[in-house]
């Protein structure tokens, strides 16, 4: 099946800086979603992206599908975007319309 | 997007037993979906949910151990079976809806479910 990798694993930040996230996918797709769960364990829809990109206030996200990448971006980070980012895709040739989702980065951000 | 509610939102139950699990949308659906992620772990598909007919299951899992039911386009149940601490997970649901167009996914609250 379709691989998932996603970097870093672990990331800490301080209030106000920014990042980038990484998910790597081995195969077409042709679903790419990124999700952030929060610490009660909610996961809360942050971008549809299966190619281009979007912007959605701090955070912003593209993906080059030809080259098998996506990049979520976080600006001015604060506090309460700690958490887990995941990177999830439905492969192009898959017939379950399944998401297979990646390891996750586990973001922290210190006041 | 359409709001998912699931009943229990937490549970913690004996070894041996069962729990079923509810998922209930506020709008017909095409697609639902039953997901676990075991403590520390990311999401595990277990089974594409099927209005009016058997569920289809994915690798390492089996209709005896997490039978499924959806008896419409709103509503869908997930039962742990004979529970083990090794089953203790975020259960979530979630749905897919294409008459918006696009295949975006949507996830429930999820049910923590703590065996001991």
């Known amino acids: 099946g379709i691989q998932v990798e996603q970097s870093p694993p672990d990331l800490i930040l301080q209030e106000g800086a920014n990042s980038t996230l990484r998910c790597n996918f081995s195969?077409?797709?042709?679903?790419l979603q990124w999700f952030h769960q929060n610490p009660w364990g909610q996961l809360i829809n942050l971008f549809y992206?299966?190619?281009g990109t979007k912007q959605n206030g701090r955070l912003s996200a593209t993906t080059v599908a030809t080259e098998r990448y996506s990049l979520l971006y976080i600006s001015s980070s604060q506090t309460t975007d700690s958490g887990v980012y995941f990177c999830?895709?439905?492969?192009?040739?898959?017939?379950?319309?399944?998401?297979?989702f990646g390891k996750g980065t586990l973001l922290t951000v210190n006041p | 997007s359409a709001v998912i509610s699931q009943k229990p939102s937490r549970d913690i139950c004996q070894r041996g037993t069962s729990l079923t699990i509810q998922c209930q949308v506020d709008?017909?659906?095409?697609?639902m979906f039953w997901y676990r992620q075991q403590p520390g772990q990311s999401l595990t598909l277990i089974a594409t949910a099927n209005q009016g007919s058997e569920a289809t299951y994915e690798s390492g899992f089996v209709i005896d151990k997490f039978p499924i039911s959806r008896p419409n386009l709103t509503f869908s149940t997930l039962t742990v079976s004979n529970m083990s601490p090794e089953d203790s997970s975020i259960y979530l649901c979630?749905?897919?809806?294409?008459?918006?167009?696009?295949?975006?996914?949507?996830f429930g609250p999820g049910t923590r479910l703590t065996v001991t």
């Open positions: 999830a895709v439905e492969n192009s040739g898959g017939s379950n319309y399944k998401l297979t």
């Open positions: 992206i299966p190619s």
């Open positions: 195969d077409s797709v042709n679903n």
């Open positions: 709008s017909q659906v095409t697609m």
């Open positions: 979630s749905v897919e809806d294409w008459q918006t167009g696009d295949y975006e996914q949507y």
